[in-house]
């Protein structure tokens, strides 16, 4: 793909290329933390805590990168299912599901309309999602509705300040033409500093666990990539320009040494 292609799609999850975008500055960035998914399975108790044979969803399942990192630690008893809102995201869950030779039932569905039983799941995931949904209090009270009574709800979030260096960077593309949009990501609808008290709403027990550290970057490419999945350019002219104005952005940063990026992230585990 061309860096600038990354820019034009005007749909953010219509397939996987911006948030394989994201991932890879985690994914390839120095860090010395624990993998994300076993820190949040750790902080949830899992898998121990819940049974053999448990009925599990993850709803906004983005690329199921959570399943493939976590694929030696699946007890082979759970009964999976996998949903996200994208076509084109469920199909790259899929794909990854056969890589793993996991059985799962795999469906396009809204977080705000689950088509899926009262009391159906031991546990549901929503991992860096709920932010995305336009009606949050009635994606929380869909994902409450599908638990069993003492199900669980795993949901993890950033707070305001993950990435902030590179929101500061985001701000500067966005300065590029007045028809070039920017996702900054924070002041989001679903935060570790605002999350709890939206779950409380629908549940009774709301842990929250928060992670901070501090991710080095080096690779200018992989920066740009990143900058690039967040902002969107009506035509190609404009997706040229904003790739050239990232890249002088990012390599004139690079001039002092590695970028270091706070990372401020977490989970809340609800029942
Ligand atoms: C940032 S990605 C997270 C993917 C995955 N949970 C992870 O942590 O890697 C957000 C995902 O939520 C999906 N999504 C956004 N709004 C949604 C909604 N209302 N219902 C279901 N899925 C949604 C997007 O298509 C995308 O795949």
């Not at 990501?185 to 709301?206: I, Q």
């Not at 990539?225 to 969107?232: D, E, K």
Request: glycine share 6%.
């Amino acid at each position: 793909m061309d860096l600038a292609d990354l820019t034009l799609t005007q749909e953010p999850y219509g397939t996987p290329a911006r948030l394989q975008a994201r991932i890879a500055v985690h994914a390839f960035g120095r860090h010395d933390a624990e993998d994300f998914h076993a820190w949040v399975w750790r902080r949830a108790g899992l898998p121990a805590s819940l049974p053999e044979d448990a009925a599990v969803l993850e709803v906004g399942v983005g690329t199921a990168r959570m399943w493939a990192t976590m694929a030696g630690r699946i007890p082979a008893g759970w009964r999976l299912t996998l949903s996200d809102r994208s076509p084109g995201m469920m199909a790259a869950a899929r794909a990854a599901l056969d890589a793993l030779g996991r059985q799962a039932t795999c469906l396009v569905a809204d977080a705000d309309a689950l088509p899926f039983d009262d009391g159906a799941f031991d546990l549901v995931f929503a991992n860096h999602m709920l932010y995305h949904v336009p009606d949050l209090p009635r994606a929380v009270a869909e994902l409450r509705r599908v638990l069993r009574p003492g199900g669980r709800l795993v949901a993890a979030t950033n707070g305001d300040a993950h990435l902030q260096e590179l929101a500061e960077a985001l701000r500067d593309l966005r300065a590029a033409g007045p028809d070039v949009r920017v996702d900054l990501p924070h002041r989001l609808s679903f935060t570790l500093e605002n999350g709890a008290a939206t779950l409380r709403a629908a549940f009774d027990d709301v842990e929250r666990h928060d992670r901070e550290d501090e991710l080095l970057l080096d690779d200018a490419e992989l920066i740009v990539r990143y900058l690039l999945s967040m902002t969107y350019a009506p035509d190609t002219a404009t997706a040229r320009a904003l790739t050239g104005r990232a890249r002088a952005l990012v390599a004139a940063r690079l001039v002092a040494g590695p970028m270091r990026v706070r990372r401020v992230s977490g989970v809340f585990v609800a029942s």
